[in-house]
Antibody
Framework: QVQLVQSGAEVKEPGASVKVSCKTS????????IHWVRQAPGQGLEWMGW????????NYAQKFQGRVTMTRDTSVTTAYMELSSLRSDDTAVYYC????????????????WGQGTLVTVSS | QSVLTQPPSVSGAPGQRVTISCTGS?????????VHWYQQLPGTTPKLLIY???NRPSGVPDRFSGSKSGTSASLAITGLQAEDEADYYC????????????FGGGTKLTVL
């Protein structure tokens, strides 16, 4: 079955960087964009951006421009999200999700999601 | 402050019908972009509930239905069950340059 399995929880100091991986299986990796969404404790969902599995092209929410880098490695069907200059308000669960819709037709929707990776930023 | 506005909470007794609204603007729902809904059970990951305004993925009971009109969308749940207690989120696209995919702030459904 289609699965997205993320790397484990991380604790980082302010100013550091974190890189979260999202290993996919059960489908053709090249066929679907991978999006990243985060959820701060007790809060709602916030879209961060996407990476194309074929071209490696990316698109980020303006809020994260300059701090986020999304990449992929087709040889291991894995997507990555790196966030730098971490602050305490970056503490959140970070999810990867497969875009089962079509971003270029402005109808992205997500199924399935990874299990989430808790990133805690604290000194 | 989320781009799409949802009520923070709704409640209903078992067997009842509840609706959750999702209000947007002319740059997202009103621009014709599809609305999708997710269910997040306590301590779990979001699960796709409705896509393309009205469509249910296989396995989602027909007690769940979606609709869209103008700048708003709604999720209706009929025959409410205890296991429906969860957070529900709407999602759409936005023509803003700053963010292209937007979510509602989420609605906590309590089954009384």
């Amino acid at each position: 079955q289609v699965q997205l399995v993320q790397s484990g929880a991380e604790v980082k100091e302010p100013g550091a960087s974190v890189k979260v991986s999202c290993k996919t299986s059960g489908y053709t990796f090249a066929g679907y964009f991978i999006h990243w969404v985060r959820q701060a404790p007790g809060q709602g969902l916030e879209w961060m951006g996407w990476v194309s599995p074929t071209s490696g092209g990316t698109n980020y929410a303006q809020k994260f421009q300059g701090r986020v880098t999304m990449t992929r490695d087709t040889s291991v069907t894995t997507a990555y999200m790196e966030l730098s200059s971490l602050r305490s308000d970056d503490t959140a669960v970070y999810y990867c999700a497969r875009d089962t819709g079509d971003y270029y037709r402005s109808t992205s929707y997500y199924e399935p999601w990874g299990q989430g990776t808790l990133v805690t930023v604290s000194s | 402050q989320s781009v799409l506005t949802q009520p923070p909470s709704v409640s209903g007794a078992p067997g009842q019908r509840v609706t959750i609204s999702c209000t947007g603007s002319s740059s997202n729902i009103g621009a014709g972009f599809d609305v999708h809904w997710y269910q997040q059970l306590p301590g779990t990951t979001p699960k796709l509930l409705i896509y393309g305004n009205t469509n249910r993925p296989s396995g989602v009971p027909d007690r769940f239905s979606g609709s869209k009109s103008g700048t708003s969308a709604s999720l209706a749940i009929t025959g409410l069950q205890a296991e429906d207690e969860a957070d529900y989120y709407c999602q759409s696209h936005d023509s803003s340059l700053s963010v292209h995919v937007v979510f509602g702030g989420g609605t906590k459904l309590t089954v009384l």
